[in-house]
Every structure is written in C-alpha cells, then in structure tokens.
C-alpha cells in the first residue's frame, strides 16, 4: 500500500498543530512567547511615534486583512469562470472560505488572551490563538500562487513562489511585532493553514 504524499502532509501538519494547541493550553510555551515577543520589538515594551518601521510594518500587515484577501478572492474566482474553470473557481471558493470559518471557531475554541507585556501598534480584539491575519493570508496566497503556476513559464515559478512565501512570512512575523499576537500563534496558524490546503488539494485531485 502505497502512501501519498497528501497523506503525509495531512499526519504531520495535523499531528503538529495538536501538540502545538496542547503545549499553548498548558502554558508551556509561555517563556518562548514572552522572548519572542521581547526579541522582535528589541526588548522595548513601548512603542517610538513616528518611527519608519512600525510604520512601514503596520502597512504590510494589512496585506492579511479580511477585505484584501475577500477581495482577492473574489477576482480569482471570477476569472476563473470567466475562463470556464467553474471546478477550479468553487474549489478556490470553498478553500478561501473555508479558513475563514475555520479561524473563527479556532479563536472561540481556545480563547487565548493577546500579549500584554507590550504595546499594541495596531488594535485587535479577538482572540490570539491562532493568528487569523496568518491562517488566511497562508490560505488565500498559497492558492493564488498555485493558479499561477499552473499559467504561468517555468522561468516565472520560482519568483511566483518566492512572492507569496515572502507575504506569507511576512504577514505572520508582522503579526508579533505589532504586539498582537505570539510567535505560537503564527505557528500554529501556518501549521492549520498547511493541513487545510492539502485536505483541499486532496479533494481538488480526486474530482479533476
């Protein structure tokens, strides 16, 4: 019997995030999180008015926003029926959205507290675990990326992915610096992401 590589990624990204989540539960991860935080805001719990990189951070981070990546989404799957991809256009769909939903009952599952020990350079009210800014953008750019590929030269592929990888790890690095989230958090968002994008590839193979 043979195992696919779908199956792999669908065992460990899921067997990670559990472990992740109960550490998280437990507090286990406190000290890791504190000195990660501590670590990208140069050990300052406050913030300077005015400076170029909070500034230039705060703006990249709306790269994660639920509007952007709606809207993003909503021209993907319009141009792919446009081009009568209507299979490829609803798996793009229930993808996307499908992380959305999963990011909402994720924060209401575990309802974990944001960072206090320093300030936030941008507000966040809901809860931190896991970091939606993260899971979804992870979703939505990882998709767009994978379209382009299948359209695009081969000499473009790397820069295509190269692009999104950087957005991606952007977005979630983005997210502790600001003061809203801990480096678990992204972790865990990165590690749910990958286990929803493969669970709908693996859907997306069978019916193509």
């Known amino acids: 019997m043979t195992i696919s590589r779908n199956s792999v990624l669908l065992v460990v990204t899921g067997g990670l995030f559990v472990c ?3 550490l998280v539960m437990l507090g286990y991860t406190s000290t890791i999180d504190e000195n990660g935080v501590m670590a990208l805001r140069g ?8 400076d170029f990189w909070q500034t230039l951070v705060a703006a990249l981070t709306h790269l994660g926003d639920s509007i952007v990546l709606g809207v993003l989404t909503v021209i993907a799957v319009a141009v792919l029926i446009q081009r009568n991809q ?3 256009a609803k798996w793009f769909l229930i993808t996307a959205a499908g992380s959305f939903i999963i ?3 994720a924060k209401w599952a575990f309802g974990r507290d944001r960072p206090e020990i320093v300030e936030q ?3 966040a009210s809901s809860a931190a675990f896991p970091s939606g800014h993260t899971l979804r953008s992870a979703v939505v750019y990882s998709l767009l990326a994978y379209l382009l590929i299948k359209v695009s030269s081969q000499k473009l592929n790397k820069l295509i992915i190269t692009i999104a990888f950087t957005i991606i790890l952007i977005n979630g690095i983005s997210r502790v610096y600001l003061g809203v989230h801990w480096p678990t958090d992204i ?3 990165w590690l749910i992401a990958g286990f929803w994008l493969t669970l709908c590839k693996f859907g997306y ?3 193509s």
């Open 20 to 22: 992740l989540a109960a």
């Open 43 to 50: 050990g300052s719990p406050t913030v300077i008015e005015g």
């Open 86 to 88: 209507k299979h490829a």
């Open 103 to 105: 990011t909402a009952v």
């Open 121 to 123: 350079i941008v507000s």
């Open 187 to 189: 972790v865990g968002a």
């Open 205 to 207: 193979d069978r019916r």
